[in-house]
């Protein structure tokens, strides 16, 4: 029997390593898995998570890594904006819902896989309701339910939503009055208001914000929104306060973008305060800066307001803007959001030009081609403009055609219209059965 001890304690030992090894190997793995994760080097993570998936399949430490992979990759994709990172962080995080239904952090992923439906790039609010409910039965963290209520708030100012997005983020206020989510919630609340119409209380809202958190992240981007708000309501005292906030928006960013946005922004108003000689040479500037494709675009129609401001006491501006006019329309005139502010512009240049004829067929263009979202305040000066023009000439059929035009696109422009189109039918008594008010836009103009 003494003999046979040290044999047995061998097998003993043996066996023992044998056990631990294959331990031992699965913590090196998943050690390497999360290091790479942490260093974010997408490819090599990707492959040691799939690796450490494939020898180990439905292991729990496998569905953190699965899960962590989703993460950093959704993360990614907020960092940069690409799609790809989106649709590659939402892959990853819904094989982890189809395989480990009930790890622990399916809450957390279920979580995540509903904010991604809602903020990726197309967004999918009736997959988020869905993931959300899911988290919800995960039995959620407090953080993750307050992260939840959030996501309502967000839901529930989807257009169509049967919540009231004003009710909803009043509750979570109520429900969670120290969060650090807060100041988004008080931001939803004035976008809020800012799209039914009220701008001023908009404006309240979003200036509250930045006083109340200033240092929040969120304080410039809302002095920028007040901004835009008090220029809604295209009073000379709500431009000028519109002004001062985005130069406070200036000196608050921290970010480059928020920066360049201010700039932007302060050059629009001031171009509405009239004061095109202080806003040109920022314009300038602004354009030897690398900007992203659309505010490029919206530097470039600024400047050529600029310029045709300018050119009503300056002809030989005219020259210049004719110059800018022909860069912008062939750089920027297939994008529907800026082919109508080109051609009232345009219309506007050749009127300053004496061809009048010339004006009424951009004008034409303008207001024809114009839908949906085109559909805003240059939409209206230009259809206001083409009206005024036929009452010049005498045309009161074609100017109250124009003006019921105009009034069908509702808003209080739309409003404006109307009214004037009813002044001018009792004028000149217009009153035989109203014909449909559609116009033809002429064939393209060309460049001058």
Not at 108 to 121: F, K, S, T, Y
């Amino acid at each position: 029997m003494k003999r046979l001890r040290p044999l047995l304690l061998l097998l003993l030992a043996v066996t023992l390593r044998a056990d631990e090894v294959p331990d031992a190997d699965k913590l090196a793995r998943f050690r390497a898995a999360r290091e790479a994760l942490r260093a974010d080097d997408a490819e090599r993570a990707g492959d040691l998570v799939n690796n450490f998936r494939t020898r180990y399949g439905r292991d729990p430490l496998a569905g953190d890594l699965l899960a962590d992979l989703g993460l950093r990759r959704a993360a990614r994709g907020w960092r940069s904006g690409e799609a790809l990172e989106y649709e590659l962080a939402a892959a990853a995080l819904r094989e982890f819902g189809r395989v480990f239904r009930r790890h622990p952090r399916s809450a957390e992923v279920h979580l995540a896989l509903a904010e991604l439906a809602l903020i990726g790039p197309e967004a999918d609010s009736d997959t988020a309701r869905n993931e959300a409910r899911l988290a919800r039965s995960a039995e959620p963290s407090a953080a993750q339910l307050e992260r939840l209520d959030r996501l309502d708030v967000r839901l529930a100012m989807v257009p169509g939503s049967a919540s009231d997005p004003v009710a909803v983020a009043l509750e979570f206020e109520r429900r969670w009055p120290n969060s650090l989510l807060i100041a988004g919630i008080r931001f939803d609340r004035a976008t809020v208001a800012f799209r039914r119409g009220d701008f001023a209380e908009a404006a309240r809202l979003w200036e509250d914000l930045a006083d109340v958190q200033p240092g929040d992240a969120l304080a410039p981007a809302a002095l920028r929104r007040a901004g835009e708000a008090w220029m809604q309501l295209e009073e000379r005292d709500a431009l000028k306060r519109a002004e001062t906030l985005f130069g406070s928006s200036l000196t608050m960013a921290q970010t480059k973008r928020d920066r360049l946005a201010a700039r932007v922004l302060r050059c629009r108003a001031q171009l509405r305060l009239g004061v095109p000689g202080v806003v040109l040479p920022e314009l300038d500037a602004l354009l030897e800066l690398p900007l992203p494709g659309e505010q490029a675009s919206e530097v470039r129609t600024l400047r050529i307001q600029a310029l045709l401001e300018l050119s009503g006491d300056d002809r030989e501006r005219l020259p210049e803007l004719r110059l800018a006019l022909r860069e912008a329309r062939g750089e920027d005139g297939r994008d529907p959001a800026l082919r109508t502010p080109l051609l009232v512009l345009s219309a506007e240049a050749v009127r300053r030009s004496g061809a009048p004829g010339r004006e009424r067929d951009y004008l034409s263009l303008a207001v024809a081609g114009a839908s949906g979202a085109a559909r805003d305040r240059w939409f209206f000066r230009g259809g206001f403009q083409l009206a005024a023009d036929f009452e010049r000439e005498g045309r009161w059929r074609d100017a109250a055609d124009a003006y019921q035009y105009l009034s069908e696109a509702g808003g209080p422009l739309g409003t404006e219209a109307a009214a004037r189109r009813s002044r001018l039918r009792l004028e000149r008594f217009l009153w035989e059965p109203d014909a449909t008010a559609v116009f033809t836009a002429p064939p393209p103009v060309a460049d001058e």
